[in-house]
């Protein structure tokens, strides 16, 4: 089974400019997620798919972030413009089910984004 | 403000010895606990989920469990040096069941030294 996927794994932008993270869920798995962490500071819920509607999208930081699901499969994550403050490391997460406490979340390995 | 604390290390316990890894949450109404081990540059990976007072045992893994003490901790017995890395602490939500939307620590460092 392959895991959750994410590109790309880094990315380097100035300030102003646009940049769209993607993730691949695992197959299936209709919940994902998108989690920030910033440098030294907690991970940071910002938004939950359910197939291709959003659940919950109380953590986007501001309207500079817009997120996607089309056909509930893929997701994408566009920043524009980007700021300083977004520079850090995003990960997405799916799951099976988000009630099933035996249904864990599944990370990829994260988009560090830079902004400069 | 829904809080996840932990102490940033490092952490550090000889090989074979018993690493204890301690979180308090702010939100006594969260139902959900989990322990994610983070290697460097790697995602977070699920170690143990907890959700009733006590104690639960997985391998070398036990989570202990304390909501009115608002208290997780998770303790590794006979510690490898692979188990190394960075212990996040995840608190989660609602009787409702949304178990994922987490708030997290900034966790913890372990050094298991040979």
């Known amino acids: 089974e392959a895991g959750v996927t994410q590109f790309p794994s880094h990315s380097v932008i100035e300030k102003g400019q646009t940049v769209t993270l993607r993730c691949d869920p695992i197959?299936?798995?209709?919940?994902l997620y998108w989690y920030r962490r910033v440098m030294g500071k907690e991970i940071k819920f910002l938004l939950h798919?359910?197939?291709?509607?959003?659940?919950?999208e109380s953590g986007m930081p501001n309207n500079r972030f817009l997120a996607e699901r089309t056909g509930g499969t893929y997701s994408t994550l566009k920043v524009q413009p980007a700021e300083l403050e977004d520079s850090g490391v995003y990960f997405c997460?799916?799951?099976?089910?988000?009630?099933?406490?035996?249904?864990?979340?599944?990370f990829g390995n994260g988009t560090r984004l830079t902004v400069t | 403000q829904k809080e996840v604390e932990q102490n940033s290390g490092p952490l550090s316990v000889p090989e074979g010895a018993i690493a204890s890894l301690n979180c308090t949450y702010s939100?006594?109404?969260?139902?959900?606990f989990f322990w994610y081990r983070q290697y460097s540059g790697k995602s977070p990976e699920l170690i143990m989920f907890?959700?009733s007072n006590g104690d639960k045992e997985d391998g070398r893994f036990t989570a202990q469990l304390n909501k009115a003490s608002q208290y997780v901790s998770l303790l590794i017995r006979d510690s490898q040096p692979s188990d190394s890395a960075t212990y996040l602490c995840?608190?989660?939500?609602?009787?409702?069941?949304?178990?994922?939307?987490?708030?997290w620590g900034l966790g913890t460092s372990l050094a298991v030294n040979p």
């Open positions: 995840a608190v989660g939500g609602d009787n409702a069941g949304n178990n994922r939307k987490l708030i």
């Open positions: 939100d006594r109404g969260s139902q959900s």
């Open positions: 197959s299936g798995h209709d919940n």
């Open positions: 798919f359910v197939k291709e509607s959003k659940q919950d």
């Open positions: 907890i959700y």
């Open positions: 997460a799916s799951s099976p089910d988000s009630g099933n406490y035996n249904s864990p979340l599944h």
